[in-house]
Each structure stands twice: as structure tokens, then as C-alpha cells.
């Protein structure tokens, strides 16, 4: 009797994303894109169409922002593709001279990382907005708002400490830079209101949440914000007003990559309570 063969192992995950409310989440793998209800686990798009580096959704809609991982020839790592899943048809293309590293949008903006650039485009017209020269970016760091209103992109601003530049991405310009940690930054996200910034250091142990729209008070907004984010003695760490800074210890384990997604974050007396499913924690071994 012929034995059963066993059925073919799925295609390796090249990249995972949340949509911007967290209702769904999108993978590129080697064969293709997938779309699932993050609460169910259910598939709800399938397309085999070859390697992917980033996948990102806008909201629940039909339009996916795909790169591709370099494994074909017409799926290029400095080609992004606005594509539509209903249609099942490309909107549009933009060509870069090096690769994309990452890619967000909202219902706005949408930017493009690359390792020393960021554009910004307006989403409806997909017309260029600006482009930001940053420091040496390798891992495509960044964090961008969903929300309209509070539409802020931040970015690293230093390769030897965690310095953090904000951006205002509606009326294009830079909004302040914060110095939040001492060692270089290893994640950064924005909550869903844009009011608050969650960074973690490369040390792994410590995230610290900053209210953006105090950054907006320093006199210089060229100066970093030292109230808020600027590393200081442990012994008056306690000094700082905690309405506007937050610091999580040991919170992702040595030697993983943490991505935060802050769903809420109250103030509630002189402190700012965030209970545990306040923060919402992505652990992947680094690469």
C-alpha cells in the first residue's frame, strides 16, 4: 500500500502587519499575500503572486500597499505597489533608487522608508509632499499615526542615542524631537489618537510613553524635549511629571524586538494608569 505524502508545509512569513485599528492583520510570504480577521483568525484575502517584503492595509478597506522581497524579477525591493484586492488590480506604482524598508499610511498620508530618505505623499493623489533626509536608518524605524487629525510621523534622529524626531505630516513640518533613551532606539509606536508615543531602547528592558502634545510646548522645537523624554540620573528619575511620561521596566525580554500598539492610556488622578491589555506587545526573535 503506497504510503500518504504528507501535505507541503506552508510558505515561510516575510513580513506580519496590524491594519491601523487593529482589526485585521496582513502576512507576505514567498508565495504570495494574506489577510486575516485578527479576531478570529479567519481568511478573509488570499493571493499567490510572489514574494513580499511589507504588506500594510489602510483600515478595512480594499487597498493593500505591497513591496516586493526581490525574489522575482517584476517584484522588486525598491517598487511599491498600491493594490487593490477588490479589483484585483494595481492603482499605482512609485520606483525608488534603493529599497523601501517600510511603509505606512492612514487615510491621509502615506510613507515611504528608506534607509536615509522619507517621503511623504498625499494618499488620494499620490502626489509628493516632501522628503526628509534622516539619519542612517537600516531597519526602516518608524512610527506613523492613524489618526487624521493627529497626523505625526516619528522617525530616529540620532545613531548613537534614542532621539526621536516628530513630525506634523498635514502641514509639513518638523514638530520637536524628543531624547527618550540613552541608547539608540529599537522600536517606536504612535497610540491610535496620536497623542502618545511609546519608545523602547535597544536594551529591550525599558519602553517610556511620551505626550506629544507637550512636546509641542518647548520653546525651540528644534531642542529636544527634555521633560519628557531625555535620559537623567536614575536618582530624580522620579521628577518627572508622570501625567506625561510612563516607563515600563523589563517589559519585552532581553535580546527580542518588541512592537507596541497603545490602545489607550487615561489619566486618572496625578498618574496615568495603562493596564495590561492597554498595551498590546509584538515579540519576534531578532534576525
Given amino acids: 500500500m503506497a504510503s500518504k505524502s504528507s501535505p507541503a508545509p506552508p510558505p515561510p512569513i516575510l513580513c506580519a502587519s496590524f491594519n491601523q485599528d487593529n482589526s485585521c492583520f496582513a502576512i507576505g510570504t514567498r508565495d504570495g499575500v494574506r489577510v486575516f480577521d485578527a479576531r ?9 503572486m510572489g514574494s513580499f517584503s511589507i504588506v500594510e492595509m489602510l483600515f478595512s478597506s480594499s487597498l493593500l ?9 517584476s517584484l522588486s525591493p525598491r517598487r511599491l505597489c498600491l493594490f487593490d484586492t477588490v479589483t484585483e ?43 526628509i533626509d534622516t539619519v542612517p536608518n537600516p531597519k526602516g524605524l518608524c512610527a506613523f499615526s492613524p489618526s487624521s487629525d493627529a497626523c505625526y510621523l516619528a522617525l530616529p534622529a540620532s545613531k548613537t542615542k534614542g532621539s526621536v524626531l516628530i513630525y506634523n505630516t498635514i502641514e509639513i513640518f518638523s514638530l520637536c524631537q524628543i531624547d527618550a533613551h540613552q541608547r539608540p532606539l529599537a522600536a517606536i509606536a504612535f497610540s491610535s489618537s496620536g497623542m502618545y508615543l511609546a519608545t523602547a531602547s535597544e536594551q529591550g528592558t525599558i519602553i517610556r510613553v511620551h505626550l506629544v502634545s507637550q512636546a509641542t510646548k518647548s520653546s525651540n522645537a528644534n531642542r529636544p524635549c527634555s521633560m519628557l523624554g531625555s535620559m537623567i540620573p536614575d536618582k ?7 501625567a506625561h511620561h510612563h516607563v515600563l521596566h523589563n517589559a519585552a ?6 512592537y507596541a500598539i497603545i490602545h489607550s492610556a487615561d489619566k486618572v488622578g496625578s498618574t496615568m494608569q495603562m493596564s495590561t491589555s492597554a498595551i498590546r ?4 526573535s531578532m534576525s
Fill in 236 to 242: 530624580i528619575n522620579g521628577a518627572l511629571e508622570s
Fill in 40 to 48: 478570529t483568525g479567519r481568511l478573509f484575502y488570499e493571493r499567490h
Fill in 281 to 284: 506587545y509584538v515579540l519576534q
Fill in 253 to 258: 525580554p532581553q535580546g527580542m524586538k518588541s
Fill in 65 to 73: 500597499a505591497i513591496v516586493g522581497a526581490g525574489e522575482q524579477p
Fill in 89 to 131: 488590480a494595481t492603482r499605482r506604482e512609485l520606483n525608488f533608487l534603493t529599497s523601501i524598508l517600510a511603509v505606512r499610511l492612514n487615510r491621509k498620508r502615506l510613507i515611504v522608508v528608506l534607509q536615509d530618505k522619507t517621503y511623504i505623499y498625499d494618499l488620494n493623489s499620490v502626489a509628493i509632499l516632501d522628503t
